[in-house]
């Protein structure tokens, strides 16, 4: 396949925070094909965290070094690689922001996943630690700088929370009414009330607190995304070479939800559904990730414009119509297990996106096939499958149980 | 002067973090009168951090083996001191909860001073480093513990925000009205939307998610108290002997508002006005501190309550009228100086605090003579005070002027 090369209007410097990653690795290639000059700077505390977990991706990943060796033979481009960890090394931090001079900083580098906060104290207290350290770093480095740089960060839809009355989720601010002591209505628009599900949740309704304040004190112009689960696996650029391959998670930490199921599918393992499956998620392509990150780079909030908010997901499914929809396309069979989260068993979700639709973006949704092409992957790569890594053993409370399925360990 | 000596239905065991502060070790004290069982960590921050100020407080505050054995022998108790570093030492703080066996945490340990937080990005970081994974090492080690622990959490006023709309500012939740997609009205409760004014500040936000969150999860207890600005300096039992004093802070990071206008006059300085003067802040008496914390105590949410906020303060005051007050009580001078702070010049501020005057509040307030007692205390230890510590060099933002009265340097 040969490689779309694309022009940008103007070439920017972007630094991406967390660019060896799972959304990362691919939002960079895809900046530089697109002509703009890309640093990653990651500490590889994920493929470290693999270390811990005894898991591994099931495409096999390469090292940065071959990575970025393969991308320039593929496309003639050059990414710099500093290994450096965000919430520790503040000073070399706002010494690369001094020489590099981004015009963006696209800031994925935090632990994501949900089970893994959830796992001990240790897990809860590294990503609290980590999170909001790191966020805090970069906001405290830009503003120390001086620089006038756009930092464009992922959030979660989980923010939110789940269940919302019978109303649409907005993009990020609320309209309300509040009464006076006088007993007069006044209309506010605040920031969505936060209500997480899970310690990593947690971190990024205080990572909103820290961009709301950096944003009003020190004027930074921010946007947040709130980003919906992420499935499939390769975007256009990572597709050029086997060696460019992004991670594919499916173990019980880090595998979320539809990926899991296609994979779990395609090496002939149940598709475990935890409780009755009746919870609603907003889902994404990761090839609509990168588009998005790109057209929330083109386009920035203004100077004095307050932080911007996009939900970045193109549709919504109860996972138990997910389950049924793989089982149909695969044969392969459902199992219920008990819901190692402590949640509600159902919920509705209803949620707007109108602002990345307005700015362009053409959404790649289930039916267009490519639930097809990440079952192909999967199949490729199954016999690199550990099936005892695949069950989610972290729970909640010490009161509940994990989701294995029966016969399982 | 007499101690007199008071007995509680309930004796309870309380750990006191931060009991070495302000406003931990009178409460440390009040509730080891109270006939409580009381056990104080302390990392001993605070004083060094004056150290790195090279301000002292203008009262003698002795070592904390002093202050332990001068109350036993004037109360005839022992208070325990461990001295540890709760955003460091996690397995220590575990560890001394499974050893004690706490009914109540009481949670003052956080770096507290605004100014403070705002002057380098080290300062910035240090504090939200600190102040976030001291109040989540708290809540984590409780969890894991298993003990049914009451925690008891000093929060601030500031984390509303000022200036309301008209609004009185009510108990930390706030009723608002949201339309749904079918214009249907539906009434709400959600956690009154924050609007800090410094990183310490925001921390206190910040915090507000996190015992959200384990409240929810974990089912822990939890009482939050939103303080307003604290003066006076000695409670009934600190005077009972001169080497169990309390802090007097009167530097430009860490002296307050209220005090450092006494203090300013007794010495015989000029009050130094930031700004117009025209910020409203609520304000309480150190002897009221105390008893709310004992209040607070006695009235613990039950379990499965969502987490229970006070406003712990007794009434509002504006900045001016309180440098007339002292002005007019002293003859003191009052200069006004260029605002350090990012703030609106003017604001309103109404104030619920109808949950502590139920529960049997008695406010001391500025009528009742105190203003005396403080200056008093001021005037006999002004031979200790170091003219250039008081005005305020922290600034906002680096376009700002620090606070600093004209003739000063
Ligand atoms: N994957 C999803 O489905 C999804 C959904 C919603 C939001 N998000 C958000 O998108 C972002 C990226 O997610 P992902 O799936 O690519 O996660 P990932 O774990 O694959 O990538 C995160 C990267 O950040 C790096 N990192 C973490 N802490 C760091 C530190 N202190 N210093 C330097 N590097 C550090 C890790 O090494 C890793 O390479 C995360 O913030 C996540 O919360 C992801
Ligand atoms: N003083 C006020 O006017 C006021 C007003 C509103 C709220 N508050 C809140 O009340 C609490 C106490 O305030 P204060 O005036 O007594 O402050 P303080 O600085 O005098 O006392 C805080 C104490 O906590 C200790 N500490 C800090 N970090 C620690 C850590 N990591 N491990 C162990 N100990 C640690 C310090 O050594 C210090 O002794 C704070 O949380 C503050 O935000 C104070």
């Not at 691919?26 to 470290?48: A, C, E, F, K």
């Not at 989980?158 to 989720?169: C, N, R």
């Not at 307050?306 to 695969?330: C, G, P, W, Y």
């Amino acid at each position: 396949m040969d490689l779309e090369r694309k022009h940008v209007q103007t070439k920017k410097k972007i630094i991406v925070l967390g660019g060896d990653g799972f959304c990362g690795w691919p939002t960079s290639l895809h900046l530089s094909n697109m002509g703009h000059d890309v640093v990653i700077i990651d500490n590889l505390s994920r493929r470290n965290i693999d270390n811990e977990l005894e898991a591994e991706s099931l495409t096999p990943i390469q090292p940065m070094g071959t990575r970025l060796k393969v991308w320039e033979e593929v496309a003639g481009k050059k990414i710099d690689f500093i290994n450096l960890d965000i919430a520790e090394e503040y000073d070399d931090l706002l010494k690369t922001l001094h020489t590099e001079k981004p015009d963006v900083i696209v800031h994925f580098a935090e632990q994501r996943s949900a089970p893994y906060s959830m796992k001990s104290p240790k897990h809860k207290r590294y990503t609290v630690n980590n999170n909001i350290n790191t966020t805090h770093n970069v906001l405290c480095a830009i503003a120390e700088s001086g620089l006038d740089i756009h930092l464009v960060h992922l959030g979660t839809m989980g923010v939110y929370g789940y269940g919302t009355a019978g109303m649409k989720i907005p993009e990020g601010y609320l309209d309300i009414e509040v009464k006076t002591e006088t007993g007069e209505r006044i209309e506010q628009q605040i920031l969505y009330p936060t209500n997480p599900g899970s310690i990593y949740h947690m971190t990024k309704t205080q990572d909103q607190l820290l961009f709301h304040y950096y944003n009003k004190n020190d004027g930074l112009r921010i946007t947040d995304l709130h980003q919906g689960i992420v499935w499939g696996t390769n975007t256009e650029e990572t597709k050029l070479d086997e060696r460019l391959i992004n991670r594919f998670d499916y173990d019980g930490d880090y595998g979320t939800v539809l990926n899991r199921f296609l994979m779990q599918a395609a090496v002939g393992y149940p598709i475990t559904v935890h409780g009755t499956g009746g919870q609603t998620r907003a889902f994404i392509h990761i090839q609509d990730t990168v588009r998005c990150i790109e057209l929330a780079i083109e386009n920035p909030p203004q100077i004095e414009e307050r932080v911007m908010i996009f939900n970045q997901m193109t549709e919504t499914h109860r996972v138990n119509d997910l389950a049924k929809l793989v089982s149909e396309l695969s044969g392969g069979e459902i199992a219920y297990v008990s819901n190692p989260r402590k949640e509600a068993p159902e919920n509705d979700l209803h949620v707007k996106n109108d602002l990345f639709l307005s700015k362009g973006l053409n959404p790649t949704t289930l039916e267009a096939g490519l639930l097809q092409e990440v079952t192909e992957v999967a199949q490729k790569y199954a016999y690199r499958a550990d099936f005892s890594k695949i069950p989610a053993k972290s729970t909640w409370t010490k009161e509940q149980q994990p989701g294995i399925p029966e016969g399982e360990e």
